[in-house]
């Protein structure tokens, strides 16, 4: 008997040896395609970056950011009434979208069933990925058609998109908070809107900007909406949302339209300024969702 189990015995052993290289192969395999996958993501980002910089970097002036478009035959000029337009209409879909995303994420996560939060989590997915000129369609024939652009049309539109991304991010923030928290204050007899109001969002409150920073983010740098709400603007600087106001997404659009170089050269370096205005807005966002999880890490 000893000498057939010395027989069989180094079968097993093999073979076991060779799953376990195999299984090694396969993890090193994986490992090696995450990473290159990761280079192409960045490499990615930096081509875009650096290309847009390396033509816009020459537009971008004390003239380009405080001129407004030169008039037909003109040259120079730039884009200052866009700017400002930008920051009117992202300001205003932040007041809309933001508290009512907020409201919703709390909704969600402190009131309502399982069932019904599903089913609103589900809704906000889906009105996550409609396209934006579906969007745009939308408001347009809500508020624009039979009537004229205004600004209050587009900062509308972008208040569509921004919604389900405050939404859904505020209620992941939400879920994190600590359940013993939650439960000692009920305990003590807090109302539930009260311990939501005092300790909830109190502790979720950097992940509750980071999503509205996010949202911000994805909203500035969209033009089919405003295409059909708010883009048939004057060439002035306006802070008026009754009427049209111009924005750097469109700007940007319009400039590609024309067949003079300096058009497109202005067109890159608005591009640029976009840029450098999302990438701010993301990296805030980071930190502030950083230091968010390392105060949600010490509650625990």
Do not use: C
């Amino acid at each position: 008997m000893s000498a057939t189990a010395g027989q069989m015995g180094p079968g097993p052993a093999l073979r076991g040896d060779g799953r376990l290289r195999r299984r090694r192969l396969v993890n090193r395999l994986m490992e090696i395609s995450a990473s290159i996958a990761a280079l192409v993501a960045v490499a990615v980002l930096a081509i875009v970056i650096i290309s847009v910089a390396s033509k816009g970097i020459s537009s971008i002036s004390i003239e380009f950011l405080t001129k407004n478009a030169p008039l037909f035959g003109q040259s120079g000029g730039g884009i200052a009434n866009a700017i400002v337009g930008t920051l009117i209409l992202v300001a205003l879909a932040t007041v809309m979208a933001v508290p009512v995303g907020i409201l919703i994420g709390i909704y969600t996560s402190e009131f309502a069933g399982a069932r019904l939060a599903s089913l609103v989590r589900f809704v906000l997915d889906i009105l996550n990925g409609v396209p934006t000129i579906v969007t745009g369609i939308f408001v347009f024939g809500l508020l624009v058609a039979g009537k004229a652009q205004s600004g209050w049309a587009g900062a509308f539109a972008l208040a569509v998109i921004m919604l389900p991304i405050v939404a859904r991010s505020a209620h992941e923030v939400l879920a994190l908070v600590p359940k013993a928290m939650k439960e000692s204050a009920l305990a003590l007899g807090v109302t539930r809107w009260k311990m939501v109001l005092r300790i909830v969002l109190p502790t979720a409150a950097g992940g509750i900007i980071t999503g509205a920073l996010l949202g911000v983010a994805r909203v500035a740098g969209e033009t089919a909406p405003l295409l059909f709400t708010s883009s048939i603007f004057a060439n002035e600087v306006s802070t008026k949302p009754g009427g049209a106001l111009a924005s750097i997404p469109v700007k940007i659009f319009s400039l590609t339209e024309e067949p003079s170089p300096s058009a497109h050269s202005q067109a890159w370096g608005a591009a640029l300024l976009l840029i450098f205005f999302i990438l701010l807005l993301n990296v805030l966002a980071r930190a502030i969702y950083a230091r968010s999880s390392r105060r949600t890490t010490r509650a625990r």
